[in-house]
């Protein structure tokens, strides 16, 4: 850490006053004093909550930490409700980088000008972010196409800020009682493997082709073409969509859509990515996500940035039936003997001691209406309450819980009376079903058989020689 760097970040703790976000900290006695001498900062705390503090310094360290803010915001187990809330608000309002750098990319990266590559090509970005820009482009065939070009240079900034935030995260963890609850190295570490990941264009192509390949015949949702001829690793060229943001719901009940349809729609695509396709579009906030309602009585979703996605296992998939299933029969029981079965807390818990700390946390929930519960606050609070069980951080349901979070925002926007159990209950039930059938029964072993049928020369002598070594 650069001494520049250092004072950059302690001048703006001082002028939010995030020594007060932890009072009582020694660590940050330089803070205080920076606080106490400049004037600016002794109304800071009155004008400002805690959270928005939090967020305001992110916003002032700029785009890296911003993305840092946005990630951690969905880490809802670890943090406090109104600081989780508050880093949701953060928007990467990062100015664009000039046409010329853009054009010095694509050029370099194609061996040949801009004008041999595109028909045409828009000098002026359509939305710019943190980690790239977007351009609008029409290809040689004549296609309509967008051009994602990962910035300049970012991959050094990426790797300078990373470095500094674990050196950070460290520091904390050596003088902080918080940080064996927070676990700050952790959560930098999947910041780093996340955000080199959405660097890859070649990666984010092929999660949106498989996506667009899991939906292709849907008449619900679309998802663009990848052009994989012209997708390069800081570089992908997608196809152009149109269609209006799904934040615009004064504009859908302008054109009188279905908003309840619509509302069902978004929760049948979320289910049907997580339990029929173990492949799940992972950043589903309202900026990612557009409508086609060219047709009013048959509005579609358009999906857009695969940069981030999850993916389940079986044991996963089965996992969160059974829990939605129990929850919904309120078997408070059955979840904890779930957990203890997945080994995601350990094999000695007492069942009874946890089925209590689960009815504790869970049953005033269930006093409320069906259509106020939510199934992302549900999938938190059991998080929380197994963590204090010593329940292992498992990634993928972290995004999973993320992704609920932004469906059920996007679904209650559009229609407040949304009932997720009515919606989602018969679909699970539906799904364990068809889990369990003689059909998939038999699926399972013509998949199998080819292996079966190598191995079953070698048995008898597998017997035997077990036989002989236990005799």
């Not at 400049?38 to 916003?59: D, F, H």
């Not at 951690?72 to 750098?101: G, M």
């Not at 619900?220 to 570089?235: E, G, R, S």
């Not at 799904?246 to 302008?254: D, N, Q, W, Y």
Request: net charge neutral; hydrophobic share 45%.
């Amino acid at each position: 850490m650069s001494l520049f760097q250092l004072l950059k970040i302690l001048r703006i703790c001082a002028r939010y006053r995030l020594d007060l976000v932890f009072p009582g900290r020694k660590f940050l006695f330089i803070v205080t004093l920076l606080a106490i001498i400049n004037p600016r900062c002794w109304s800071v705390s009155k004008r400002y909550t805690r959270a928005e503090r939090i967020r305001l310094a992110l916003e002032s360290l700029g785009p890296i930490f911003i993305k840092f803010g946005q990630i951690i915001s969905t880490r809802r187990d670890l943090l406090p409700e109104d600081i989780a809330d508050e880093l949701v608000k953060l928007q990467d309002q990062v100015p664009p980088f000039s046409s010329d750098e853009a054009i010095a990319v694509l050029e370099t990266a194609y061996g040949k000008p801009v004008n041999e590559v595109f028909q045409d090509f828009s000098y002026q970005p359509l939305a710019s972010a943190s980690i790239a820009q977007v351009h609008t482009a029409v290809l040689p065939t004549g296609e309509d196409v967008v051009v994602k070009i990962v910035r300049p240079n970012i991959a050094n900034i990426i790797h300078k800020d990373i470095k500094l935030m674990y050196s950070a995260a460290k520091w904390f963890s050596r003088v902080s009682k918080d940080a064996a609850r927070l676990r700050p190295v952790e959560v930098v570490a999947e910041f780093d493997k996340t955000l080199f990941n959405e660097l890859d264009m070649v990666r984010e192509g092929a999660n949106a082709s498989e996506l667009r390949r899991n939906f292709i015949e849907s008449d619900i949702i679309y998802v663009p073409k990848v052009y994989f001829d012209y997708t390069k690793d800081n570089i992908l060229v997608l196809e152009r969509i149109y269609g209006t943001r799904i934040s615009e719901v004064e504009t859908f009940k302008a054109n009188n859509l279905d908003m309840e349809k619509m509302a069902r729609m978004g929760v049948e695509i979320f289910m049907t990515q997580v339990f029929r396709d173990s492949f799940f579009h992972a950043d589903m906030h309202p900026g990612n996500v557009l409508v086609d309602i060219h047709d009013h009585a048959n509005p579609k979703y358009c999906a857009i940035d695969f940069g981030i996605v999850g993916t389940l296992t079986e044991e996963d998939q089965r996992y969160l039936a059974e829990n939605f299933l129990a929850f919904f029969e309120r078997d408070y029981r059955r979840v904890a003997e779930l957990h203890v079965e997945s080994l995601w807390v350990p094999a000695d818990t007492n069942i009874e001691d946890f089925t209590g700390a689960i009815r504790t946390v869970l049953e005033p929930i269930f006093q409320k209406p069906m259509s106020e519960i939510s199934f992302g606050q549900l999938l938190l609070r059991l998080f929380q309450v197994a963590r204090k069980f010593d329940m292992q951080v498992q990634p993928q349901l972290i995004l999973l819980q993320k992704t609920l979070l932004n469906i059920e925002g996007i679904g209650r926007e559009l229609y407040p009376d949304l009932d997720l159990w009515d919606t989602v209950y018969p679909y699970l039930q539906g799904w364990m079903r068809e889990r369990y059938s003689m059909k998939t029964f038999l699926k399972k072993i013509k998949a199998n058989l080819p292996f079966w049928v190598e191995k079953f020369p070698d048995m008898p002598e597998l017997v035997y020689r077990f036989l002989l070594k236990n005799s």
